[in-house]
């Protein structure tokens, strides 16, 4: 038995997928079964489709493709869903790594599963087959523009029904009739998925970010006032409050705590909630807007099984997830400055009453000086995702795709976010580590005292000059579970 065996099975009905069973899917490989409701609406939308198409013209099936639309494919010609995979698996640059691959796979199962293809259920089973091989397909980055992922899509049929080799496993072949060519790749799979593990990370860090936010707080003797329910209260954004709320559970504070060294703190440590808040609220509409686009029948043509027709269409635009995206990243960058501003406080001996960069050495020692220049590389690195992808279009294909949304571009500089956070993040937690410690610890009972011993135990005690890379790196590491620490 494998150890993947041992885990929930992730079961697929085209209805109920949740984005933690596609990072499962995509990092932890538990087993993988299609439900027969989700088989048998695959099937039912197969069978319309195929009938259908013997009754007037249905884009890709009994037509080419794009601008080709025009052009009528003979009832005899078997090869045309095999020309069209081969002509659009054409992807560029560099490939996948396995897990956003698995991440598609299992999305794109799912569509599937919903019944508005008329993919030959037989597809649906190969598909499954393969993921619980950990067969990958070889797949590019560069290919799609927000219209659907057509060129990864196309390669991974071809690796189905066999016209390509899997470089990773292997699984059985499936044959791939000209009606299931189109229908397959009429998808955004490749961008939901990388969207789901992109959000998953995002989310989680910037729970660590409060974590690491609330010990920077204890370090630099913050006030409590400004996380106050008066407060917030005042100006009630939903993520504002849950955040101010979590600050002050984090740092034992009552709704109306006051006391702090300073009448009034810097932004960095006084406008938390403002800031953090807003970061939240936005990965949090990115997750609901993936949890429909998982959950999707987008598929032009849409076989739909209610009106036993088919609907030419344009639910492959990925509009709403561009823009959530595009949003997600710029509210997640002002998190990142505010981290980079307390690391700076924290290397003051005006705001901590230590020695000038945490410094433990002869005069002149330069301790962790070196972090705030890691830290403004990240902040920039995550300056530079935040242009719209939305603000691109294209046209093409003889003028007849004349829009397009670019959210794999947008996906991909989610993608981008999650280890420039995560340097930022982990250089504050490394000093705010060290200035807590040299400043005598935390007060016995303290809520942070288990996030505080955790970091003690994984971060190297030895305050003296040296090299901080091992520390950064085990602070990266923590960031990935701190967040749960309450």
Known sequence: MGTNDLLEPVVVDGRHLRRSEVVAVARSRPPVHLHPGGRAKAAHAAELGARLAKAR??????????????????????????????????????????????????????????????VDPQVLDALAEALDAGAVPSIHQLGAIGTGDLTALAALALALCGDQPWPVGSAPVVPLTSADALAFISSNAATIGEAVLAQADLDSLLRASEVVAALSFVALGGAAEAYGSPVQNARAHPGQLVVATRMRRLLGFSPTSRAGRRLQDPFSLR?????????????????????VELNARAENP?????????????????GYLAHSLDSARAAVYPVAELSAARLGDLVD?????????????????????????????????????????TLGSAVISRGLED?????????????????????????????????????????????????????RAALNDDTSDRPLTADLAAAGVLLDGIGNVR
């Open 349 to 389: 001996p005006d705001f901590t009453g230590l020695a000038a960069f945490l410094a433990d050495g002869p005069p002149g020692s330069s301790g962790v000086m070196a972090l705030e220049y890691v830290a403004q590389d990240g902040v920039a690195s995550l300056r530079h995702t935040t242009l719209p992808s």
């Open 57 to 118: 013209p249905i884009y890709g099936r009994s037509t080419g493709v794009g601008a080709n639309r025009i052009e009528v494919v003979a009832s005899d010609d078997t090869e045309h869903g095999l020309r069209i995979l081969r002509s659009h698996a054409s992807g560029a640059g560099e490939r996948e790594p396995v897990e956003r691959v698995r991440a598609m796979m299992i999305v794109r199962l799912n569509q599937l599963a919903a019944g508005g293809a008329g």
């Open 302 to 318: 849409l076989i739909d099984a209610a009106t036993g027709d088919a609907w030419h269409n344009a639910n492959f635009h990925t």
């Open 271 to 291: 406008a938390v909630p403002q800031v953090h808040g807003t970061a939240v609220d936005a990965v949090e509409r990115l997750g609901v807007v993936l949890d």
């Open 403 to 455: 829009h397009a949304s670019y959210s794999p571009h947008a996906a991909r500089l989610a993608t981008v976010c999650v280890p420039a956070l995560r340097t930022v993040l982990a250089t504050e937690l490394v000093a705010a580590i060290r200035a807590i410690g040299m400043a005598g610890g935390l007060p016995t009972g303290h809520a942070l005292t288990t996030a505080y011993e955790q970091s």
